[in-house]
């Protein structure tokens, strides 16, 4: 699904396209957490995340720090958005300033600044807004049932 006109977007859709194939970002060192579903609705999906670029503070468009995939039904994983994160800020990418999250958090990570990018899903909510009402945890519910 196409997220509509926006230049980062288009930009990390073309720098990031190969991640379509989970096996890709498997392969460069990219491993999953959880589903992570928003309290009023919507959801991130699983995060693949490499803690290697994570920890050398190098924002680059086409390395992001996270990609992120919906999971089906059927186990597929359909790449939605990816995720930018860095512990220096303030950040930015292109002009568009990252959000700042204090430690503790969920993710046991030090205080961060991250920039989600919703490249391959429209978000009603805009395209570098944290959740996203069109999309969904509901098929890892259903499998765990």
């Known amino acids: 699904m196409d997220a509509g006109p926006n230049p980062l977007a288009d930009s990390v859709r073309e720098a990031n396209a190969r991640?379509?194939?989970?096996?890709?970002?498997?392969?460069?060192?990219?491993?999953?957490?959880?589903?992570?579903?928003?309290?009023?609705?919507?959801?991130?999906?699983?995060?693949?995340?490499?803690?290697?670029?994570?920890?050398?503070?190098?924002?680059?468009?086409a390395h992001p720090?996270?990609?992120?995939?919906?999971?089906?039904?059927?186990?597929?994983?359909?790449?939605i958005a990816v995720e930018y994160i860095?512990?220096?800020g303030p950040a930015e990418l292109d002009g568009h300033l990252f959000s700042f999250t204090n430690a503790p958090n969920?993710?046991?990570?030090?205080?961060?600044?991250?920039?989600?990018?919703w490249a391959w899903r429209a978000n009603p909510t805009g395209a570098f807004a944290d959740m996203n009402p069109n999309a969904?945890?509901?098929a890892v519910a259903a499998t765990a049932n």
């Open 19 to 61: 991640f379509s194939d989970v096996a890709v970002a498997i392969s460069e060192g990219y491993a999953p957490i959880p589903c992570v579903s928003g309290t009023d609705g919507g959801a991130m999906g699983i995060h693949y995340v490499n803690a290697k670029l994570i920890e050398d503070e190098v924002i680059d468009i």
């Open 65 to 79: 720090e996270a990609v992120m995939y919906e999971p089906g039904p059927d186990g597929q994983r359909t790449l």
């Open 86 to 88: 860095t512990t220096k």
């Open 106 to 117: 969920r993710y046991g990570l030090p205080a961060f600044y991250e920039l989600h990018v």
């Open 136 to 138: 969904s945890c509901d």
